[in-house]
């Protein structure tokens, strides 16, 4: 490895990490990115879960022979380790794949199963740093699940694709009336239920954890029965277990649509999608309101970096 560019990494994380750290401290905040894909010839995701990194490879053509990366991947680890101050058994490594045009977001890629808890805003969380294509737990999205938050209390909520069920959690905290909570993979709804039971007592008259394919669950689903709703889906999904794949810039006006007639109105809807070029069809869409909250939902540590979308919808 040429020292000199490792120099240059080293740098650049001291910069990144002593930036965001500061913030992160000054709003209590424990789990966090320190760096992605800051230098081109560094291309790692950095993220600390308190004591614990999650480091990520970002998939390229590196040229590489498989003993020569694996050496320098071996340089790298002492210089995060170093700058972090965790000792490599806290270091988290995993190679992260550009997600294909067709995926599969409920892949499994491992079998560690060692699941760890977190705090974000006084609730808890498990997170897993070796299993799944994400780590459970969705830092980009800390200041929309706030405001989830600050708008549950006596709602009826729904959460949509609703993976480890964090924002499910946040309207729990808030005060939800009835929470929903819609995904199609098992796995993903058993630990929703289990972060919800480390924060709230658990309350079947409230909580419901529905395992349904949610374009037919929408179909079937009663007008009106909601008043607050997130909306994440995956950019593009061929589950075999879905009825159609979806492609987000394709079907986003039709899903929106479905999921407004499930609300009363004046309900709101917060819709996001992680689709770079994404265009909304806002002439498509039969809200009477729709803002664009990106920027407002951007947390200091993804300032820049960040290729998703946000938006507040008012039926």
Same mark, same amino acid.
């Given at each position: 490895m040429n020292e000199e560019k490792l120099q240059m990494f080293r740098n650049r994380l001291l910069k990144m990490f002593r930036h965001t750290g500061k913030l992160a401290k000054r709003q209590g905040i424990t789990c966090y990115r320190i760096y992605d894909h800051d230098l081109p010839e560094f291309p790692f995701c950095i993220e600390l879960y308190e004591d614990k990194v999650y480091l990520a490879e970002y998939q390229r053509r590196h040229g590489m022979s498989e003993e020569e990366h694996e050496a320098w991947l071996e340089s790298c680890v002492p210089v995060i380790s170093g700058i972090l101050d965790v000792p490599d058994d806290k270091i988290y490594f995993r190679q992260r794949r550009r997600k294909a045009g067709r995926?599969?977001?409920?892949?499994?890629?491992?079998?560690?199963?060692?699941?760890?808890?977190?705090?974000?805003a006084g609730l808890s969380f498990r997170v897993n740093l070796t299993d799944y294509l994400?780590?459970?737990?969705?830092?980009?999205?800390?200041?929309?699940?706030?405001?989830v938050r600050e708008e549950a209390a006596g709602r009826r909520v729904l959460n949509l694709f609703c993976y480890t069920g964090s924002f499910s959690v946040y309207a729990a905290a808030g005060g939800a009336a009835q929470i929903d909570s819609v995904d199609l993979s098992k796995?993903?709804?058993?630990?929703a239920e289990e972060n919800m039971a480390l924060n709230?007592?658990?309350?079947?008259?409230?909580?419901?954890?529905?395992?349904?394919?949610?374009?037919?669950w929408l179909d079937e689903v009663p007008a009106g029965s909601y008043d607050l709703v997130i909306l994440d889906p995956p950019t593009f999904s061929n589950s075999?277990?879905?009825?159609?794949?979806?492609?987000?810039q394709r079907d986003h006006a039709e899903l929106i649509n479905k =999921?407004?007639?499930?609300?009363?109105?004046?309900? !709101?809807?917060? $819709?996001?999608?992680?689709?770079?070029? #994404?265009?909304?069809?806002?002439?498509?869409?039969?809200? =009477?309101?729709?803002?664009?909250?990106?920027?407002? !939902?951007?947390? $200091?540590?993804?300032?820049?970096?960040? #290729?998703?979308?946000?938006?507040?919808?008012?039926?």
């Open positions: 995926q599969d977001q409920y892949e499994k890629l491992a079998g560690e199963q060692e699941f760890f808890e977190v705090k974000e994400d780590t459970g737990l969705f830092l980009d999205h800390r200041i929309t699940r706030g405001m796995t993903y709804l058993t630990w709230v007592p658990v309350d079947s008259a409230k909580q419901h954890f529905v395992h349904a394919d949610v374009l037919q075999k277990r879905m009825k159609d794949f979806l492609d987000i =999921t407004l007639r499930a609300m009363m109105s004046g309900g !709101t809807l917060y $819709f996001s999608t992680n689709f770079r070029k #994404f265009q909304l069809e806002t002439d498509k869409i039969t809200a =009477t309101s729709i803002k664009d909250i990106t920027k407002a !939902t951007t947390p $200091f540590d993804f300032q820049g970096k960040l #290729f998703r979308w946000c938006y507040r919808i008012v039926k």
